[in-house]
């Protein structure tokens, strides 16, 4: 059994920073991707930020050079640093990691807000 569960959203000002977390924990398999969707009202859901098991990284334009992704294979967990909010990354953030056996699981989202 796969078990994801995502930590960190909130309120922030426009310019602010917030960190999320994501801890994902399996009895058999091990990780390959692991990293951060989301999914703002009335639209679809969007990669932020993924990273494979040999750190390679992949960001969305919109995100690059505000936000960072960190993994700790040790742990099982990948966190999200952002920072300069815009009230455009206000959004249902979701961890989401592909096991060894290429099966998806995802977290059940946190909420983040960016609003003055």
């Known amino acids: 059994q796969v078990q994801v569960v995502e930590s960190g959203g909130g309120l922030v000002q426009p310019g602010g920073s917030l960190r999320l977390s994501c801890a994902a924990s399996?009895?058999?398999?091990?990780?390959?991707?692991m990293g951060w969707f989301r999914q703002a009202p009335g639209k679809q859901r969007e990669l932020v930020a993924m990273?494979?098991?040999?750190?390679?990284?992949l960001y969305a334009d919109s995100v690059k050079g505000r936000f960072t992704i960190s993994r700790d294979n040790a742990k099982n967990t990948v966190d999200l640093q952002m920072g300069s909010l815009k009230s455009e990354d206000t959004a249902v953030y979701y961890c989401?990691?592909?096991?060894?056996?290429?099966?998806?699981?995802w977290g059940q989202g946190t909420q983040v807000t960016v609003s003055s």
């Open positions: 989401r990691v592909t096991t060894s056996n290429l099966r998806t699981y």
């Open positions: 399996s009895t058999i398999f091990s990780f390959a991707d």
């Open positions: 990273t494979a098991s040999n750190d390679i990284t």
